[in-house]
């Protein structure tokens, strides 16, 4: 017998919450604000409306459904499985934290905070859930399946992202390693640099887009759904034994691009989340391009 569909609703610590783990009590939480001219009123109010979309949207699902939920802090330990429908409750980053541990499950992105959130990949208000969650499976519920990069290392290592991946040092050390290309006649060149950033469609309204536009490069970065990736070299340093010609393309289809490393130590992780990082160590090789799951966004 086939299990019943679950709801696993993600959500993350508020910053109201936070302050108060910090500080022991709201009052001591107020007053640490208020001695640097912040009040404690607004992060108070965000931390209720997230809440209130919490509850809104737990109760938006199914009575046949089973449910579940998840802090962002836990994701890489939360087991998701094949029925779930997975709900972001929150802000747009959190559903890129999300994106590599679901697979081809259905995403709902609920904007806890409208106006305040860009709303890119949180495009539903808490009241949508009780539509669209009985919907979720069915074929003819609105999808877009967005592009997702992925990294793996020689020793079958995985990470996916749905914005970008970085592969650098750890903390503010330079880079040291050797670049390549798929089907560039095997051109392989040593670099020292601030690392490298390779990133979607969705990746180009953030990190990726601000190195971008530094470049002034003239080529357009990728849309969300588009089959390509982009790539850069973060600040290549010219040296007798390092070079800087590969410094930036795109990626299609099949194409990879190869890293390996020539320091003590360096680290790939996506989306911002470093606390989930490969370690590479001297050696080794990761080759980054094109992920075969794509998110499925639902709306």
Request: proline content about 5%; hydrophobic content about 40%.
């Amino acid at each position: 017998m086939s299990l019943a569909p679950r709801a696993v609703l993600v959500h993350r610590t508020t910053e109201y919450e936070e302050l108060v783990a910090r500080h022991g009590t709201h009052g001591q939480a107020a007053f640490f604000l208020s001695s640097r001219g912040r009040s404690i009123d607004d992060v108070a109010e965000r931390h209720h409306r997230a809440r209130r979309a919490l509850a809104e949207v737990a109760a938006a699902v199914p009575l046949n459904w089973r449910r579940a939920q998840v802090e962002r802090a836990d994701l890489d330990r939360f087991p998701f499985g094949p029925e779930d429908a997975v709900v972001v409750v929150g802000q747009d980053g959190l559903v890129a934290n999300v994106a590599q541990y679901v697979g081809a499950q259905p995403v709902l992105g609920i904007d806890t905070d409208p106006g305040r959130n860009p709303g890119v990949l949180v495009r539903h208000r808490p009241d949508a859930a009780a539509r669209l969650l009985p919907a979720a499976f069915s074929p003819a519920t609105g999808v877009h399946e967005l592009t997702m990069v992925e990294a793996v290392t020689d020793d079958t290592q995985r990470l996916v992202a749905l914005n970008e991946i970085y592969v650098g040092a750890a903390g503010h050390r330079t880079a040291r390693y050797r670049l390549g290309l798929d089907g560039d006649r095997g051109t392989v060149e040593a670099q020292a640099s601030s690392g490298v950033l390779i990133g979607t469609g969705t990746g180009a309204t953030g990190w990726l887009r601000s190195v971008w536009q530094e470049r002034a490069a003239p080529a357009g970065l990728p849309g969300p759904t588009d089959d390509r990736l982009a790539w850069f070299v973060r600040e290549a340093w010219p040296s007798p034994v390092t070079g800087t010609r590969l410094n930036a393309g795109e990626l299609t289809a099949g194409a990879r691009l190869s890293v390996t490393v020539e320091s003590e130590r360096l680290v790939a992780f996506g989306d911002g989340m470093e606390s989930d990082a490969i370690e590479l160590t001297w050696g080794q090789t990761i080759r980054l391009g094109l992920c075969a799951t794509k998110l499925r966004l639902i709306g």
